[in-house]
């Protein structure tokens, strides 16, 4: 069976689109607020790795908001490979009309709606009747196709809505001109047994079903949303809606890497195709953990570090007879490389912005410059320079782009036999400005200088460290939490000086902060 969409033309059952919400969804999770430069950052690489649908954001939630959906729409949604660029509504007239000016640049633009249809927040938090539910979802469709060809209606909360009333309102939907019918599992409620039921029953019972495309958006509190998803498509789903990382509310969402590649590797079962160019994947993840703060867990299909790492011998044994054996994917087809010795303190600035073209990074001169200029000094300080040392030199460098403190140098006296003492330079809104403060220890005192130099409330709650590479002058990873009002960030930073990167730590988390601080989420935010 066939249906014309608006934005993708015929299609057919084979094809399942990607809807990447990492821009909006995914960043909702507690910490995990990007500003404006790291989301475009985000969503060129979501265009690169193929999402056919992209998320930009919600963009009545706030001024940033908006601004983000606006910016994505008039860079990102301007390039021939564009995706679809979305933007999150409620079912009211204010909301629709924010998301159509912010998409108003896009090649190809989507406006999302979403209203809870389950009985507890159509009583609770929308203290609506079911009737009131449907003449708002038809009001605000009927507004959003003014503005928009390609509308999605996504029913919040839709696997514990009652049956008969979900596909009154499925149905009304369809007729007020929604294109894509999203049935989400809101709080990850269900099991894979009742995605099946549910969208069998929608597709039985609502008329006009076969001209729509069905969607699935499945949350991870009982850890089945990649199960769910692949469940849904099973039962008739031709849209995923994921996440890099599966970052997103609580749990998290269905996790894009995870689903794509079950789809690849499983073709016996699951016989669908899709634009994911999966080599990127890797990348990706990466990119979004240094963006966020948030590394993935070692033991993360996929993109985990031992994803595809083999300690029991008799593994082991089997991996060097053949990879087969224990590995049912090839690290290579998701991005994973050997780790090599890439260039040294000779090494020139062509070389290296080759090896940077050869690991996914287009930059611009001056962040070419920056970055080489810190390249010469890792190289100087380090006696073997790898792939993944460039790359969190690099990613440390570009993602503190357009942030409103940032670090220019600290001298530390430490020892045993007096109070640690930093000096410490910073550079804030272009000024820069100067501090020294003494600590219980060498990053205690860091910390202090940078709370003299820019003051602020926050508190510390989490400190770590790992490296990078092995060795002992492998590049430290830091990662600090900072939380405030109830909200909380993470900052990362990478040096050789494990000081330095606890510094760069400590600012990358405070600028975060600082983003957060202008968002403010509106009431009955969803799906």
């Not at 919040?156 to 369809?174: G, H």
């Not at 403190?405 to 820069?432: Q, T, Y």
């Not at 400190?463 to 600090?480: H, L, N, Y």
């Amino acid at each position: 069976m066939t249906i014309e969409h608006p934005s993708f033309g015929t299609l057919d059952d084979s094809r399942v689109i990607i809807f990447d919400t990492t821009l909006r969804d995914g960043e909702q999770s507690p910490g995990f607020s990007m500003n404006l430069s790291e989301k475009i950052r985000m969503a060129e690489a979501l265009t690169e790795l193929g999402v056919d649908v992209l998320e930009a954001g919600f963009a009545i939630a706030s001024p940033g908001d908006f601004e983000s959906v606006k910016s994505i729409a008039e860079s990102v949604g301007q390039r021939d490979d564009t995706p679809v660029i979305a933007s999150l509504a409620r079912a009211g007239q204010m909301d629709v009309l924010r998301a159509a000016e912010a998409l108003k640049a896009a090649k190809r633009r989507r406006i999302h709606i979403v209203i809870a249809t389950s009985d507890l927040h159509m009583r609770v938090k929308l203290r609506l009747t079911p009737d009131e539910v449907i003449q708002q979802t038809v009001d605000s469709i009927t507004l959003a196709r003014q503005h928009a060809d390609d509308v999605e209606w996504s029913a919040e909360d839709a696997t514990r809505s009652d049956p008969d009333f979900l596909c009154r309102v499925v149905e009304a939907a369809i007729r007020a001109g929604a294109t894509t019918i999203n049935l989400p599992d809101t709080v990850g409620y269900a099991l894979p047994a009742d995605m099946v039921r549910m969208f069998a029953d929608v597709r039985n019972r609502v008329p006009g079903i076969e001209r729509v495309v069905l969607s699935t958006h499945n949350h991870n509190d009982l850890g089945m949303g990649v199960a769910n998803t692949l469940a849904a498509i099973e039962a008739g789903a031709r849209q995923v809606e994921t996440t890099i990382n599966g970052i997103g509310e609580r749990a998290g969402n269905a996790s894009l890497e995870e689903i794509v590649m079950a789809i690849r590797t499983r073709q016996d079962a699951i016989p669908r195709r899709n634009n994911i160019k999966t080599t990127h994947l890797l990348r990706l993840s990466k990119l979004l953990a240094t963006i966020t703060g948030f590394d993935v867990q070692p033991n993360k299909a996929i993109v985990g570090r031992n994803a595809f790492a083999h300690e029991a011998g008799i593994h082991q044994d089997g991996v060097l007879k053949d990879a087969a054996t224990y590995e049912i994917m090839t690290p290579e087809s998701v991005g994973w490389k050997t780790n090599s010795l890439v260039l040294g303190k000779h090494s020139g600035r062509a070389a290296f912005r080759d090896k940077l073209n050869t690991l996914g990074y287009n930059v611009g001169d001056n962040q070419l410059n920056d970055a080489f200029r810190r390249f010469k000094d890792l190289a100087d300080r380090k006696k073997v320079v790898f792939d993944d040392d460039v790359v969190a030199l690099v990613d440390d460098e570009v993602m503190r782009d357009h942030e409103r403190v940032r670090f220019v140098s600290l001298d530390l006296h430490a020892g045993s036999k007096s109070p640690p003492r930093a000096e410490l330079e910073l550079e804030v809104d272009g000024v820069v400005k100067s501090g020294v403060s003494s600590g219980d220890g060498p990053v205690d005192a860091t910390f202090k200088a940078i709370q003299a130099i820019f003051p602020h409330t926050a508190n510390l709650t989490l400190f770590s460290v790992g490296a990078v590479t092995e060795g002992t002058d492998a590049q430290a990873r830091t990662t600090v939490r900072l939380e405030e009002n109830g909200k909380m960030v993470d900052g990362q930073g990478a040096d050789t000086d494990t000081i330095v990167a606890s510094a760069r730590a400590y600012i990358h988390a405070l600028n975060k902060l600082l983003v957060k601080r202008e968002r403010t989420e509106p009431q009955a935010l969803a799906s």
